[in-house]
């Protein structure tokens, strides 16, 4: 029997099962359901959100959300990745020395927004305890970027003779991140200023063999 000789019930059914091209997805609207995430998980916590919250925020269908994100950890981990990525796309400073450029990605914080980061950090916190198997994505999504500009700082430091490649920079690029993270989801206290210098001149520059402070930013040492 030709395709011409089906009858019409089987060719229903062939319509039916064939794959077909769908449109692609409209991904225009994901800033504002991901702004929309973080304002509701920063309200009412893990437990407390639902995608449907989410939707009605953002002015959206539910299914649209499910499409996308198919788990409401994965809506979270996507908005939190997003909310801290206006701070890794920022052009790299490039101040001379070392001290300079990490102190340079300190960003400032309102009173406001490091409350509300302190919130969702805690809502972050509670869902890995809950769903543990997504501690290498959320470390990939939180972590490593900003591991990632540590590491090309401390290469341009190399580069210029202000440190040796001999130390440990793979760790001491993650140390920032990883105690930021803990400060946050475990300690619940706010990542300020005097916090993170206290980790550049307390912990990463010593192990570099640099000094701390403003002996710092006199420029490269000397080989």
């Not at 091209?21 to 609207?29: I, P, T």
């Not at 130390?167 to 920032?176: G, I, N, P, Q, Y």
């Amino acid at each position: 029997m030709t395709q011409l000789d089906l009858p019409a019930e089987a060719e229903a059914a062939e319509a039916t099962t064939a794959p077909r091209l769908g449109r692609k997805r409209d991904h225009s609207r994901d800033p504002e359901i991901l702004d929309a995430a973080i304002e509701v998980l920063a309200e009412t916590g893990y437990e407390g959100m639902t995608v449907e919250m989410v939707a009605a925020r953002a002015k959206a269908g539910k299914a649209t959300l499910y499409r996308r994100w198919p788990s409401k950890a994965e809506l979270v981990l996507d908005a939190v990745a997003c909310m801290k990525r206006g701070d890794v796309e920022a052009p790299l400073p490039d101040t001379g020395t070392l001290r300079g450029d990490l102190v340079a990605l300190i960003k400032p914080r309102s009173i406001a927004e490091a409350e509300k980061k302190l919130q969702i950090m805690a809502g972050l916190a509670s869902m890995l305890s809950r769903s543990p198997e997504l501690a290498d994505t959320a470390y990939a999504t939180l972590v490593e970027p900003r591991a990632n500009l540590n590491r090309m700082l401390f290469q341009r430091a190399v580069d210029r003779g202000e440190i040796t490649g001999e130390h440990d920079l793979e760790t001491l690029a993650v140390v920032s991140a990883a105690m930021a993270s803990y400060r946050l989801m475990l300690l619940r206290k706010p990542v300020d200023r005097e916090f993170l210098l206290s980790i550049i001149d307390g912990v990463i520059l010593p192990a570099l063999g640099l000094p701390a402070g403003e002996a710092a930013t006199d420029g490269p040492t000397q080989g």
